[in-house]
C-alpha cells in the first residue's frame, strides 16, 4: 500500500512539473512565435518597466490591468521554478539554485531577443527571479518543517495540486490566450 502511495505522489509530482514547464516555455516562447516583432528592442535599465507599470496601477490608467497581469505572471510563474529546481540533484544551496534561476531567466530574455519574440527587458529578469527566489524561500520553509527531502516533495506535490490548479486555470485564462 505504501509503495503504490508514494508511486502515485511521484506521478503526480512529474505530471505537475511536466505541466509548469511546458506552461512556461509556451507563454515565454512559443506563443509569441504568431505574433513576432519586427524591430529588437532591449531595456537595460532597472526598475524602468517595472515603476512604469506601478505609476499605471496607481494613478489607474486604462492599461492597469495588463500592469497588474504583468507583474503578477512575471512573478508567480517563477515560483515553482524556485520550489521545484533544489528537489533535483544534491546541492541544495540556495545560491546555487539562484544562480540557474537567474540564467534561465536572462537564457530566455536572450532568446526572445534573438528570435523577435519580445522585449528583452531587465525587468522582467528582476521580477522572474523575485518569483524563484520566493519558490527557494518556500523550499528552505518546507524544508525546515519537514526535515526531509522525501516529505518536502510530497508537501510539494500537495501544493501543486491544491495551488497549482487554480493558478494553471489563472495562466490559462488571462495570460496564455
Same mark, same amino acid.
Given at each position: 500500500m505504501k509503495r503504490s502511495y508514494q508511486r502515485i505522489c511521484s506521478i503526480l509530482f512529474y505530471t505537475f512539473l511536466f505541466t509548469y514547464l511546458s506552461l512556461l516555455l509556451h507563454a515565454l516562447i512559443f506563443q509569441r512565435i504568431h505574433w513576432p516583432i519586427t524591430a529588437r528592442s532591449v531595456n537595460?535599465?532597472?526598475? #524602468? @518597466?517595472?515603476?512604469?507599470?506601478?505609476?499605471?496601477? &496607481?494613478h489607474g490608467s486604462d492599461s492597469d490591468r495588463l500592469?497588474? #497581469?504583468?507583474?503578477?505572471?512575471?512573478?508567480?510563474?517563477? &515560483?515553482?521554478?524556485?520550489?521545484y529546481l533544489p528537489l533535483f540533484g544534491a546541492d541544495r544551496n540556495v545560491m546555487s539554485?539562484?544562480?540557474?534561476i537567474l540564467l534561465f531567466c536572462? +537564457?530566455?530574455e536572450v532568446l526572445q531577443w534573438s528570435f523577435r519574440l519580445g522585449v528583452? #527587458?531587465?525587468? #522582467? &529578469?528582476i521580477l522572474n527571479c523575485l518569483g524563484g527566489f520566493l519558490g527557494l524561500m518556500m523550499?528552505?520553509?518546507?524544508? @525546515?518543517?519537514?526535515?526531509q527531502k522525501q516529505k518536502v516533495r510530497l508537501c510539494t506535490t500537495i501544493l501543486s495540486v491544491a495551488a497549482g490548479l487554480? +493558478?494553471?486555470?489563472? +495562466?490559462y485564462d488571462h495570460i496564455l490566450l
Open positions: 537595460l535599465i532597472p526598475f #524602468d @518597466t517595472i515603476g512604469d507599470y506601478v505609476l499605471e496601477l &496607481v500592469a497588474f #497581469d504583468n507583474l503578477l505572471f512575471n512573478i508567480l510563474f517563477f &515560483v515553482p521554478l524556485g520550489l539554485c539562484f544562480k540557474w536572462v +537564457a530566455v528583452a #527587458d531587465i525587468d #522582467d &529578469v523550499y528552505k520553509v518546507l524544508l @525546515t518543517a519537514c526535515k487554480p +493558478a494553471l486555470y489563472f +495562466a
